[in-house]
């Protein structure tokens, strides 16, 4: 019996899960992510499901896009070092994203970070610090590789 009781628990919170995850989608996980502390402007594609464990350290303005797999890291576990001599030592830092930015795949932003506004961050960086309004950045760490005029120059050349 215990066991039948175990399994239907599991099985229970196993089907709340699936449909959490169905319940939102890039247009509406703002929702979720507000509720959980974060400020969020309006007209975001947001395509994770979490904001890491210190939602509330997050803001992103108007007009963002987040791709598959980004990480928000608001604090720095390598301050563990540090807890033999100060025991309390804690480091967290808030994350900004300005209005109109695009945060590619699989990048990593670091605490105390701050995304000028009308940035791109390329797949698969790591920003570990601000990132300048118009540039675009790319690599681990990211460094900035050209500027969003540029990029924009370019897209409408080779459109025509």
């Known amino acids: 019996m215990r066991i039948a009781v175990r399994l239907l628990r599991y099985l229970f919170t196993k089907l ?13 996980i703002a929702e979720k992510f507000r509720k959980q502390g974060a400020k969020i402007g309006e007209n975001c594609s947001i395509q994770i499901n979490r904001l890491g464990s210190e939602p509330y350290l997050v803001e992103i303005g108007n007009s ?9 890291l608001t604090h720095d576990g390598a301050s563990f070092i540090f807890r033999n001599e100060f025991p309390a ?34 797949m698969s960086s790591v920003v570990i610090r601000d990132v300048k309004p118009g540039s675009i950045v790319f ?4 460094i ?17």
Not at 16 to 28: A, D, L
Not at 144 to 160: D, I, M, N
């Open 64 to 72: 963002v896009a987040i791709a598959i797999g980004v990480r928000f």
């Open 139 to 142: 690599g681990n760490p990211a």
């Open 16 to 28: 709340k899960e699936i449909n959490e995850g169905y319940k939102y989608n890039p247009s509406t």
């Open 89 to 122: 030592i804690r480091y967290f830092g808030k994350i900004v994203i300005e209005d109109n930015c695009f945060i590619g795949a699989r990048s990593i932003i670091l605490p105390g970070v701050r995304i000028g506004k009308g940035s791109i961050v390329g």
């Open 144 to 160: 900035q590789v050209s500027t969003v005029e540029k990029y924009r120059e370019r897209c409408l050349q080779e459109w025509k």
